[in-house]
Structures are given as C-alpha cells and as structure tokens.
Nanobody
Framework: LRFSCRRGGGLVQAGGSLRLSCAAS?????????VTWFRQAPGKDREYVAA????????YYADSVQGRFSVSRDNAKNTVYLQMNSLKPEDTGVYFC???????????????????WGQGTLVTVSS
C-alpha cells in the first residue's frame, strides 16, 4: 500500500477551511482495517487527529478537532479526505494519513502501530 498526499495550499487564516486528501494505491480502502490522520508541529511528536474504520464506515476524532474536522472517502478514487473547518493557529503542522491492515480496537490513536504512511501535507494557520 502507498499513500500519496497533496502538498502546498496549506496557508489559511484562523477560522478558515481546508480539505486535505490522500490517495491509496496497491490496496482498496475497504480492505484496510484503519485509515487515520496525524499531525506534527515543529519540535513536537505526532498527534492523533482522526480515524476511519472502513468495515463499519465509522469515524473517530480527537477532542481537539471534534466538531471542526471530518473524514470522508471516495471509494471510486481510492481517496481519503480530511475536511478541516474553523481552523485555529494550534492546528498548524504537517498532516499525515496512515493505514494498517486491521482495526486496532482501542489504540487507533497511536502513531507507532501504523504500517503505511503518506508523505505529509503542511498546514499553516495564521492569527
């Protein structure tokens, strides 16, 4: 499996919106156990943002983005989207999509369990 993430287009003012996307190749999204978004600010560890469980078509969100971000997918394009609304300066960072072959039950928010990673997309939110 390979993820190809968009680059650029990530500079917005606080309160604005962006939509990020990652395209998978080598395996369909429906065959994956988990597709999850993380972000990493400069000098910080990778932080869980949102997760998607393809088998149940269910989404999960970190408290910091609940109500503002949403995950969706286009099966025909084998693409996962992260819609980000009401952006805040603290949302700034490099955003990654990640996947693994099985749903990890209660630890889907841990970056170290994911096998496949996209290259990342920079998001900068100014105040």
């Amino acid at each position: 499996l390979r993820f190809s993430c968009r680059r650029g287009g990530g500079l917005v003012q606080a309160g604005g919106s962006l939509r990020l996307s990652c395209a998978a190749s080598g395996r369909t999204l429906s065959a994956l156990g988990a597709v999850t978004w993380f972000r990493q600010a400069p000098g910080k560890d990778r932080e869980y943002v949102a997760a998607f469980r393809p088998s149940l078509i269910r989404t999960y969100y970190a408290d910091s983005v609940q109500g503002r971000f949403s995950v969706s997918r286009d099966n025909a394009k084998n693409t996962v989207y992260l819609q980000m609304n009401s952006l805040k300066p603290e949302d700034t960072g490099v955003y990654f999509c990640a996947a693994r072959n099985a749903w990890p039950v209660s630890i889907y928010n841990r970056a170290d369990i994911y096998t496949f990673w996209g290259q990342g997309t920079l998001v900068t939110v100014s105040s």
